[in-house]
Nanobody, 124 residues
């Protein structure tokens, strides 16, 4: 079974940056969909950013202008560049993927393949 592997999490101070990576063999093709989600302790999973390859990207309002989702198909890798990090960005971040037909939205049920998650901690 294909596994998605996230790396790049860590601890930073508020205002800092991190870049998350997700290696996703087989899912970085045209019209496939991929996304980044996060879950903080005691909170529901939240869609952060998504991309329909060859199509559009989406971001949840709280990260617009700070986070950027991107893809390097040749490396089978999805990225999430996170700038101007805030303590409220602290969470476990998950990569998710789905085959076409897919919508590339920010709802977890839209994705069938998930990674194990990587912890991001932002201190004030």
């Amino acid at each position: 079974q294909v596994q998605l592997v996230e790396t790049g999490g860590g601890s930073v101070q508020a205002g800092g940056s991190l870049r998350l990576s997700c290696v996703a063999p087989g899912y970085t093709r045209y019209e496939y969909c991929m996304g980044w989600f996060r879950q903080a302790p005691g909170q529901e999973r939240q869609g952060v950013a998504s991309i329909k390859i060859g199509g559009s990207t989406r971001y949840t309002d709280s990260v617009k202008g700070r986070f950027t989702i991107s893809l390097v198909s040749a490396k089978n890798t999805l990225y999430l560049q996170m700038n101007s990090l805030k303590p409220e960005d602290t969470a476990v971040y998950y990569c998710a993927a789905d085959r076409p037909p897919c919508t590339g939205g920010l709802e977890g049920y839209e994705y069938v393949q998930w990674g194990q998650g990587t912890q991001v901690t932002v201190s004030s």
